[in-house]
């Protein structure tokens, strides 16, 4: 004799349904502010990086041909701004003539801006360019120092700081403490 089994079919209601679109909900909710301080870190330390490669490329350079190498705002890729905004892009030329304008021969590098929210504030020899000597000192004198704060506006991930010291020596740091550059 063959036993017979009912296999009973049962659908999800509407109530279950209710209850998984919540938790998943929450669950969105609960991820994307996260996400949201990864991407922003992300950017930050993209952006820090680019800007480190061309002064570190710029003091290599500088060794390598024995001239002056530059860097500098720029927001075309071709010209060097003078307002001294690096958040529009940044450019590496080799300044042989000592003139201080790029010339298509000098371009040797050019970077795209970052993140619109990004903003970098230069301060010290590199305000509104960075030089680098054959000795790899930066600026006119040989006490010239330079700092970039790179930040995330709106954001309170940390700000990171890009220091280069007498001898030209590029380096980069993480301010845990700082709040980022607030919203303005």
Do not use: Y
Not at 161 to 175: A, F, Q, Y
Request: aromatic share 4%.
């Amino acid at each position: 004799m063959k036993s017979r089994h009912r296999m009973f079919l049962r659908g999800i209601t509407v109530l279950e349904v209710l209850i998984a679109l919540t938790v998943i909900a929450i669950v969105i909710l609960v991820s994307v502010p996260g996400s949201t301080m990864v991407l922003e870190r992300h950017r930050l330390k993209s952006a820090s990086g680019n800007l480190s490669k061309g002064l570190s490329t710029a003091l290599i350079e500088a060794g390598r041909r024995s001239s002056i190498v530059r860097v500098c705002p720029s927001s075309n890729g071709r010209f060097c701004r003078r307002d001294g905004d690096w958040s529009k892009g940044w450019l590496v030329f080799s300044d042989g003539n000592g003139d201080g304008i790029v010339q298509d021969i000098e371009l040797l590098e050019t970077f795209q801006p970052p993140n619109e929210n990004i903003r970098i504030t230069a301060k010290g020899a590199v305000q509104s360019m960075a030089s680098f000597h054959t000795n790899g000192l930066v600026g006119d004198e040989a006490s010239a120092t330079g700092r970039f704060d790179i930040c995330h506006l709106g954001s309170k991930a940390p700000t990171r700081t890009i220091l280069i010291d007498e001898e030209g020596w590029v380096n980069l740091r993480t301010d845990d403490s700082s709040a980022g550059c607030g919203s303005s």
